[in-house]
């Protein structure tokens, strides 16, 4: 073989090499989160109508899809997912939550969310609980869900929630049966913002207090409704509706190391 020949064949092989490794590994790829919202959306006196805090979804819906991640929607029982009439006033909405409003796509996502129990656990690398006060009332109880999570986190994957959300961390369970959160740092809406917001006596319980009776080491903001979230090992929460931009870069940080319990 002459000289030349060798010399082209060497350049062909580098060349296959630097190719092979500058392509990514399926390991390294995005891969999919399960995003968890409440199908309930009634109080007990009041008239206007709870459900899942908007830009609660949008704001980690925006982060997750810009990162790469397939995202599926579900809730306890599936289907409609309603919207809680105050996270849609002026005060909380922004360009992108009225965009995704507008969006026939994503709204028809929404109205067909599917059901905890059809959902296979080993395709996720991630769930996250969504907020707004519906959450208390189908979140915590929800044997599907539970399943669901921590099936999640006990194959390496993040467990993650912001506001009301953390009511699905409640009942978690590690492989020893103790509480998922116990000793863990954890935030999420404190019974001082559940008095200010005008609905701690329509709630069925104070998310604060239920959390810490777990075990949790509870955290918040210095003064209430400031964004304030928590990253501990695969656990990723986030206090108040003015943190979900801070979870989801939180959630997006957990995610690229995938840390141990």
């Given at each position: 073989?002459?000289?030349?020949?060798?010399?082209?064949?060497?350049?062909m092989?580098?060349?296959?090499?630097?190719?092979?490794?500058?392509?990514?590994?399926?390991?390294?790829?995005?891969?999919?989160?399960?995003?968890?919202?409440?199908?309930?959306?009634?109080?007990?006196?009041?008239?206007d109508?709870?459900?899942?805090?908007?830009?609660?979804?949008?704001?980690?819906?925006?982060?997750?899809?810009g990162?790469?991640?397939?995202?599926?929607?579900?809730?306890?029982?599936?289907?409609?997912?309603?919207?809680?009439?105050r996270?849609?006033g002026?005060?909380?909405?922004?360009?992108?939550?009225?965009?995704?409003?507008?969006?026939?796509?994503f709204?028809?996502?929404?109205?067909?969310?599917?059901?905890?129990?059809?959902?296979?656990?080993?395709?996720?690398?991630?769930?996250?609980?969504?907020?707004?006060?519906?959450?208390?009332?189908?979140?915590?109880?929800s044997?599907?869900?539970?399943?669901?999570?921590?099936?999640?986190?006990?194959?390496?994957g993040?467990?993650a929630?912001?506001?009301?959300?953390?009511?699905?961390?409640?009942?978690?369970?590690?492989?020893?049966?103790?509480?998922?959160?116990?000793?863990?740092?954890?935030?999420?809406?404190?019974?001082?913002?559940?008095?200010?917001?005008?609905?701690?006596d329509?709630?069925?319980?104070?998310?604060?207090?239920?959390?810490?009776?777990?075990?949790?080491?509870?955290?918040?903001?210095?003064?209430?409704?400031?964004?304030?979230?928590?990253?501990?090992?695969?656990?990723?929460?986030?206090?108040?509706?003015?943190?979900?931009?801070?979870?989801?870069?939180?959630l997006?940080?957990?995610?690229?190391r995938?840390?141990s319990?």
């Open positions: 073989m002459s000289l030349f020949k060798k010399l082209v064949l060497i350049a092989s580098l060349t296959m090499m630097q190719t092979a490794s500058a392509a990514p590994s399926a390991a390294s790829r995005p891969g999919k989160v399960l995003v968890v919202m409440t199908n309930h959306d009634r109080y007990p006196s009041r008239q109508k709870t459900g899942l805090w908007l830009t609660e979804l949008t704001h980690v819906y925006d982060a997750l899809k990162a790469g991640f397939e995202v599926d929607f579900v809730s306890p029982q599936g289907g409609a997912v309603p919207l809680d009439e996270s849609q002026w005060l909380y909405m922004d360009v992108e939550a009225r965009a995704h409003l507008q969006d026939p796509t709204m028809a996502l929404l109205h067909a969310s599917k059901a905890a129990a059809e959902v296979d656990p080993a395709a996720y690398r991630a769930i996250f609980y969504t907020g707004g006060h519906g959450t208390m009332w189908d979140f915590r109880d044997a599907a869900l539970k399943r669901t999570a921590e099936a999640i986190y006990r194959q390496g993040v467990v929630s912001v506001c009301h959300g953390a009511a699905g961390l409640i009942n978690l369970q590690a492989e020893d049966g103790t509480p998922l959160i116990a000793g863990r740092r954890i935030t999420g809406f404190s019974n001082l913002e559940e008095t200010l917001s005008g609905v701690k329509q709630v069925p319980y104070s998310l604060q207090t239920e959390l810490e009776a777990k075990g949790a080491r509870y955290e918040k903001s210095l003064l209430p409704f400031g964004s304030f979230a928590l990253i501990d090992g695969r656990i990723v929460t986030g206090q108040n509706p003015g943190s979900s931009k801070a979870v989801a870069q939180a997006l940080s957990a995610l690229s995938q840390e319990p």
